[in-house]
Protein backbone atom coordinates (compact mmCIF):
# COMPACT_ATOMS: atom_id res chain seq x y z
CA UNK A 1 0.00 0.00 0.00
CA UNK A 2 1.15 3.44 -0.93
CA UNK A 3 0.79 6.67 1.47
CA UNK A 4 0.44 9.65 -0.21
CA UNK A 5 -1.18 12.65 0.59
CA UNK A 6 -2.15 16.11 -1.17
CA UNK A 7 -3.12 18.17 2.00
CA UNK A 8 -4.01 20.91 -0.61
CA UNK A 9 -6.40 19.40 -2.61
CA UNK A 10 -8.64 16.16 -2.75
CA UNK A 11 -6.13 14.43 0.04
CA UNK A 12 -7.32 12.75 3.70
CA UNK A 13 -7.73 15.93 6.23
CA UNK A 14 -5.38 15.77 8.17
CA UNK A 15 -7.00 18.72 10.97
CA UNK A 16 -9.58 16.72 11.29
CA UNK A 17 -7.57 13.36 12.11
CA UNK A 18 -6.04 14.87 14.56
CA UNK A 19 -9.20 16.55 16.17
CA UNK A 20 -10.81 12.53 16.03
CA UNK A 21 -8.07 11.09 17.76
CA UNK A 22 -7.69 13.69 20.16
CA UNK A 23 -11.13 12.93 21.29
CA UNK A 24 -10.45 8.90 21.72
CA UNK A 25 -7.54 10.01 23.36
CA UNK A 26 -9.27 11.53 25.69
CA UNK A 27 -11.73 9.09 25.91
CA UNK A 28 -9.52 7.04 27.62
CA UNK A 29 -9.17 8.85 30.81
CA UNK A 30 -12.01 11.80 30.72
CA UNK A 31 -15.65 11.29 31.11
CA UNK A 32 -17.26 13.61 27.71
CA UNK A 33 -20.10 15.65 28.20
CA UNK A 34 -21.83 17.86 24.92
CA UNK A 35 -22.22 21.54 26.19
CA UNK A 36 -24.10 23.91 24.26
CA UNK A 37 -20.89 25.09 22.31
CA UNK A 38 -18.20 22.20 22.37
CA UNK A 39 -17.83 19.03 24.75
CA UNK A 40 -16.41 19.21 27.99
CA UNK A 41 -13.69 16.37 29.11
CA UNK A 42 -13.15 16.03 32.44
CA UNK A 43 -11.26 13.56 35.05
CA UNK A 44 -12.01 13.70 38.71
CA UNK A 45 -9.27 11.40 39.48
CA UNK A 46 -6.28 13.39 37.72
CA UNK A 47 -7.46 16.99 38.49
CA UNK A 48 -4.04 18.66 38.24
CA UNK A 49 -3.05 17.56 34.91
CA UNK A 50 -4.75 19.92 32.04
CA UNK A 51 -4.93 17.92 29.01
CA UNK A 52 -7.49 15.60 30.79
CA UNK A 53 -9.54 19.04 32.16
CA UNK A 54 -10.59 21.00 29.12
CA UNK A 55 -13.49 21.93 26.59
CA UNK A 56 -12.79 20.56 23.44
CA UNK A 57 -14.98 20.95 19.62
CA UNK A 58 -15.57 25.06 20.64
CA UNK A 59 -17.61 26.54 18.03
CA UNK A 60 -18.52 29.95 18.56
CA UNK A 61 -20.21 32.58 16.29
CA UNK A 62 -20.32 35.65 18.33
CA UNK A 63 -18.57 37.38 21.03
CA UNK A 64 -21.99 37.12 23.06
CA UNK A 65 -21.84 33.34 22.93
CA UNK A 66 -18.34 33.34 23.72
CA UNK A 67 -19.49 34.81 27.53
CA UNK A 68 -22.33 32.01 27.32
CA UNK A 69 -19.87 29.32 26.47
CA UNK A 70 -17.15 30.47 28.99
CA UNK A 71 -20.21 30.67 31.31
CA UNK A 72 -21.32 26.88 30.64
CA UNK A 73 -17.86 25.40 30.84
CA UNK A 74 -16.61 27.00 34.07
CA UNK A 75 -19.91 26.33 36.20
CA UNK A 76 -19.22 21.80 34.61
CA UNK A 77 -16.54 21.90 35.97
CA UNK A 78 -16.39 23.53 39.20
CA UNK A 79 -19.44 21.08 39.47
CA UNK A 80 -17.05 18.29 40.07
CA UNK A 81 -14.27 20.67 41.77
CA UNK A 82 -12.06 21.31 38.22
CA UNK A 83 -10.94 23.90 36.52
CA UNK A 84 -10.76 23.56 32.92
CA UNK A 85 -7.65 25.69 31.58
CA UNK A 86 -7.79 24.90 28.30
CA UNK A 87 -10.14 25.45 25.07
CA UNK A 88 -9.49 23.51 21.53
CA UNK A 89 -11.42 25.58 18.80
CA UNK A 90 -13.19 22.85 16.38
CA UNK A 91 -12.07 22.33 12.43
CA UNK A 92 -13.70 25.69 10.89
CA UNK A 93 -13.73 27.79 13.81
CA UNK A 94 -12.45 30.97 13.11
CA UNK A 95 -10.06 32.28 16.11
CA UNK A 96 -10.90 36.48 14.93
CA UNK A 97 -14.34 35.39 16.29
CA UNK A 98 -13.56 34.96 19.95
CA UNK A 99 -9.71 36.04 19.67
CA UNK A 100 -10.48 39.38 21.61
CA UNK A 101 -12.83 37.51 24.16
CA UNK A 102 -10.61 34.73 24.90
CA UNK A 103 -7.63 37.37 25.35
CA UNK A 104 -9.67 39.52 27.79
CA UNK A 105 -10.76 36.41 29.72
CA UNK A 106 -6.81 35.56 30.87
CA UNK A 107 -6.50 32.98 28.12
CA UNK A 108 -3.65 32.80 25.69
CA UNK A 109 -3.52 31.59 22.16
CA UNK A 110 -1.40 28.35 21.80
CA UNK A 111 -1.31 27.00 18.25
CA UNK A 112 -0.27 23.77 17.15
CA UNK A 113 0.81 22.36 13.76
CA UNK A 114 -0.88 19.70 11.92
CA UNK A 115 1.49 17.26 10.17
CA UNK A 116 1.19 14.11 8.34
CA UNK A 117 3.98 11.52 6.78
CA UNK A 118 4.43 11.97 2.94
CA UNK A 119 4.59 8.89 1.83
CA UNK A 120 6.41 6.17 3.31
CA UNK A 121 9.80 6.18 3.67
CA UNK A 122 11.73 4.25 0.88
CA UNK A 123 13.96 2.29 3.46
CA UNK A 124 15.02 3.13 6.86
CA UNK A 125 18.46 2.48 8.52
CA UNK A 126 18.51 0.47 11.64
CA UNK A 127 20.71 2.03 14.48
CA UNK A 128 21.71 -0.73 16.65
CA UNK A 129 22.88 1.46 19.47
CA UNK A 130 19.36 1.23 20.64
CA UNK A 131 16.09 -1.29 21.36
CA UNK A 132 12.62 -0.20 21.19
CA UNK A 133 10.78 -1.75 23.05
CA UNK A 134 6.72 -2.19 24.29
CA UNK A 135 6.19 -0.35 27.37
CA UNK A 136 3.72 -2.74 28.70
CA UNK A 137 6.77 -5.18 29.43
CA UNK A 138 9.03 -1.96 30.35
CA UNK A 139 6.71 -0.21 32.36
CA UNK A 140 9.33 0.81 35.50
CA UNK A 141 11.15 1.96 32.19
CA UNK A 142 8.56 3.96 30.85
CA UNK A 143 7.09 5.63 34.07
CA UNK A 144 10.55 7.08 34.49
CA UNK A 145 10.44 8.78 31.13
CA UNK A 146 7.23 9.59 31.66
CA UNK A 147 7.98 11.46 34.93
CA UNK A 148 11.24 13.34 33.28
CA UNK A 149 8.28 14.72 30.88
CA UNK A 150 6.27 15.48 33.19
CA UNK A 151 5.80 19.04 34.50
CA UNK A 152 6.48 20.38 37.88
CA UNK A 153 2.86 21.33 38.91
CA UNK A 154 1.28 17.84 37.33
CA UNK A 155 3.96 15.80 38.65
CA UNK A 156 3.44 12.20 39.29
CA UNK A 157 -0.47 11.89 38.67
CA UNK A 158 0.91 12.57 35.13
CA UNK A 159 2.33 9.80 35.02
CA UNK A 160 -0.50 7.39 36.66
CA UNK A 161 -2.37 8.74 33.26
CA UNK A 162 0.23 7.74 30.98
CA UNK A 163 -0.14 4.07 32.37
CA UNK A 164 -3.57 4.32 32.90
CA UNK A 165 -4.02 4.75 28.93
CA UNK A 166 -1.38 1.74 28.52
CA UNK A 167 -3.83 -0.79 28.25
CA UNK A 168 -6.08 0.28 25.82
CA UNK A 169 -5.69 -1.80 22.75
CA UNK A 170 -5.77 0.68 20.36
CA UNK A 171 -2.40 2.22 21.80
CA UNK A 172 0.72 0.76 21.24
CA UNK A 173 3.51 2.14 23.37
CA UNK A 174 6.96 1.92 23.14
CA UNK A 175 10.36 2.55 25.18
CA UNK A 176 13.45 3.00 24.19
CA UNK A 177 16.57 1.76 25.57
CA UNK A 178 20.19 2.81 25.31
CA UNK A 179 21.45 -0.30 27.10
CA UNK A 180 19.76 -0.92 30.33
CA UNK A 181 19.02 2.94 30.08
CA UNK A 182 15.33 4.56 28.80
CA UNK A 183 16.34 6.91 26.57
CA UNK A 184 12.82 8.48 25.39
CA UNK A 185 9.07 6.99 24.99
CA UNK A 186 6.71 7.09 21.60
CA UNK A 187 3.29 5.14 20.92
CA UNK A 188 0.66 4.87 18.02
CA UNK A 189 -2.61 5.37 18.63
CA UNK A 190 -4.97 3.48 16.04
CA UNK A 191 -8.62 4.98 15.53
CA UNK A 192 -10.16 3.53 12.54
CA UNK A 193 -7.62 4.40 9.34
CA UNK A 194 -5.83 6.76 11.01
CA UNK A 195 -2.49 6.56 12.78
CA UNK A 196 -1.66 8.80 15.45
CA UNK A 197 1.86 9.36 16.79
CA UNK A 198 1.71 10.40 20.54
CA UNK A 199 4.00 10.87 23.62
CA UNK A 200 7.22 11.21 21.45
CA UNK A 201 9.67 12.50 23.71
CA UNK A 202 13.26 11.88 24.28
CA UNK A 203 15.29 12.57 27.48
CA UNK A 204 17.47 15.98 27.38
CA UNK A 205 20.73 13.45 27.84
CA UNK A 206 19.85 11.62 24.60
CA UNK A 207 19.09 14.13 22.40
CA UNK A 208 20.67 14.67 19.44
CA UNK A 209 21.61 11.33 19.48
CA UNK A 210 19.52 9.58 17.02
CA UNK A 211 17.73 8.07 19.73
CA UNK A 212 14.47 10.44 18.15
CA UNK A 213 15.17 9.22 14.94
CA UNK A 214 15.38 5.56 15.78
CA UNK A 215 11.67 5.78 17.62
CA UNK A 216 10.34 7.73 15.25
CA UNK A 217 11.59 4.89 12.17
CA UNK A 218 10.05 1.63 14.70
CA UNK A 219 6.74 3.74 14.43
CA UNK A 220 6.55 4.57 11.26
CA UNK A 221 7.33 1.11 10.29
CA UNK A 222 4.19 -0.30 12.49
CA UNK A 223 1.99 2.42 10.77
CA UNK A 224 2.78 0.44 7.40
CA UNK A 225 2.39 -2.91 8.78
CA UNK A 226 -1.19 -1.90 10.33
CA UNK A 227 -1.91 -0.33 6.95
CA UNK A 228 -3.45 3.09 8.26
CA UNK A 229 -3.95 5.68 5.45
CA UNK A 230 -2.82 8.43 7.69
CA UNK A 231 0.22 8.44 9.72
CA UNK A 232 -0.41 12.24 11.95
CA UNK A 233 0.53 14.32 15.02
CA UNK A 234 0.41 17.32 16.31
CA UNK A 235 3.37 19.44 17.51
CA UNK A 236 3.26 23.34 19.21
CA UNK A 237 4.00 26.04 16.45
CA UNK A 238 6.84 27.23 19.03
CA UNK A 239 8.37 23.83 18.73
CA UNK A 240 10.53 25.02 15.96
CA UNK A 241 13.23 21.92 16.38
CA UNK A 242 10.79 19.55 16.99
CA UNK A 243 8.91 20.87 13.47
CA UNK A 244 12.30 20.43 11.25
CA UNK A 245 12.87 17.29 13.07
CA UNK A 246 9.73 15.70 11.91
CA UNK A 247 10.30 17.22 8.60
CA UNK A 248 13.36 15.38 8.27
CA UNK A 249 11.91 12.31 9.12
CA UNK A 250 9.43 12.43 6.11
CA UNK A 251 6.44 15.00 7.51
CA UNK A 252 5.16 17.51 5.98
CA UNK A 253 2.55 20.37 7.70
CA UNK A 254 -0.56 20.74 7.43
CA UNK A 255 -2.89 23.49 8.73
CA UNK A 256 -2.85 24.80 12.14
CA UNK A 257 -4.90 23.90 14.81
CA UNK A 258 -5.91 26.46 17.35
CA UNK A 259 -5.91 26.33 20.43
CA UNK A 260 -6.35 28.46 24.06
CA UNK A 261 -5.27 28.05 27.48
CA UNK A 262 -5.43 29.79 31.05
CA UNK A 263 -2.63 30.27 33.25
CA UNK A 264 -3.55 28.62 37.10
CA UNK A 265 -1.25 30.91 38.63
Not at 19 to 41: C, E, H, P, W, Y
Not at 198 to 204: F, G, M, N, P, S
Not at 240 to 263: D, H, N, S
Request: net charge negative; aromatic share 8%.
Amino acid sequence: MDLSLNVVADGPNIRGSILRTNQAFLDLVSMKTTLDFGIAFAAPQFPTVSECNQFREVWIESPDDAAKALAQADAHFTESDLKCTRWALAEGQKAETIETFMRDAGFQRDDRVAMALDGWPASTVANDNYRVLPARAMRAAYSEVCSQRASEAEGEVRVEVDIERLDDHRLDAFVIMDGKTPAGICSLFQVGDIGRIADLYVVESMRRKKAGTAMTNHIIAMARRLTVSVVCLEVRESNVAAIAFLKQCGFIEAGKLVEYVRPTA
